[in-house]
């Protein structure tokens, strides 16, 4: 998973592109991207082999769907 997380962002930023450049469409390339990210910040930090405090609130952050 470390070695594709950082590959789904792109491909993911790479097909969303393609899509018509209207207004509803950009704003759900946006969310979905923030989404993935989201995701894949929190796949990769759940790794960790002990968290801190700070490691946990970064975690919910992700599962809120921002990023810090």
């Not at 930023?13 to 991207?33: E, G």
């Not at 989201?38 to 790794?47: N, Y």
């Amino acid at each position: 998973m470390r070695n594709l997380s950082p590959c789904i962002t792109a491909i993911l930023a790479s097909v969303l592109r393609n899509l018509n450049s209207s207004h509803w469409q950009f704003q759900d390339f946006k969310t979905t991207l923030k989404c993935v990210s989201a995701l894949v910040d929190l796949t990769l930090m759940s790794q960790y082999r002990y968290h801190t405090p700070d490691t946990l609130s970064y975690m919910e952050s992700y599962c809120n769907g921002g990023t810090l």
